[in-house]
């Protein structure tokens, strides 16, 4: 199964841009990249999704390695609101299977 | 608000109970998830069903079972309690399977946190 991986923690300043990171080495080519956050003590949240080319809404962006291999999180004015736990996912189309990766859970200091 | 309701918010027992978790997704939605979040294990997905029938299985133990019913909505079944599946379930809906338009946004409802003493 592909997993990915981020780093445990990070920290930004308020309304500063935000890049969280994300491997997936062993991602397959039919395998969407998702983001979700989870504030305290809430369910996740959809963030944003994109296969290859990168991707924009109205929350954040997210680029796409040209291999596919990694992918970032842009966050483009960090916000107090913004701290949480950001999972990055692969969604394995073909198996209906969600693996959540370990999460990086970014501060954002006043 | 995601539109996704999950009952009770907390539940206490003892080991060796059963419980049940119950979960309404969203209006339209015909895919549910079933998640566990512990403190050592991160967020764990446990299993999801479509219109009823069940797609796609992970982390799930056999004491645990699921199942959505016509209306949509779903129950999880966590028998022979031990202390360890002392966690916070979620309950998420999405429109359809994942292989639809490369994977549906999930809307998660707010959780049961469930304590085994």
């Known amino acids: 199964d592909a997993k990915t991986t981020q780093p445990n923690s990070m920290e930004s300043n308020e309304e500063e841009p935000v890049h969280l990171p994300c491997n997936h080495s062993?991602?397959?080519?039919?395998?969407?990249i998702h983001w979700y956050r989870q504030l305290p003590s809430q369910g996740p949240e959809y963030v944003i999704h994109?296969?290859?080319s990168n991707v924009n809404n109205r929350m954040a962006s997210l680029a796409i390695a040209e291999d596919r291999k990694s992918s970032t999180l842009i966050l483009h004015r960090a916000t107090l609101r913004d701290a949480a736990v950001y999972y990055c996912?692969?969604?394995?189309?073909?198996?209906?299977?969600?693996?959540f990766g370990p999460g990086t859970s970014l501060s954002v200091i006043p | 608000d995601s539109g996704v309701t999950q009952t009770p918010k907390h539940l206490i027992t003892a080991t060796g109970q059963r419980v049940t978790l119950r979960c309404s997704p969203r209006?339209?939605?015909?895919?549910v998830y079933w998640y566990q979040q512990s403190l050592d294990q991160g967020l764990q997905f446990l299993i999801q069903?479509?219109?009823?029938?069940?797609?796609a299985k992970g982390n799930i133990l056999e004491r645990f079972s699921a199942q959505q019913f016509p209306d949509l909505h779903s129950e999880l079944n966590l028998s022979s309690l031990e202390l360890g599946d002392s966690a916070l379930y979620f309950c998420?809906?999405?429109?359809?399977?994942?292989?639809?338009?490369?994977?549906?946004?999930?809307?998660f409802g707010p959780g049961t946190r469930l304590t085994v003493l």
């Open positions: 998420a809906s999405s429109l359809g399977v994942q292989r639809q338009k490369g994977g549906n946004e999930q809307f």
């Open positions: 069903y479509y219109n009823g029938e069940e797609r």
């Open positions: 994109g296969l290859t």
């Open positions: 062993t991602i397959s080519g039919t395998d969407y």
């Open positions: 209006s339209g939605d015909l895919s």
């Open positions: 996912i692969l969604i394995k189309t073909s198996y209906d299977k969600v693996i």
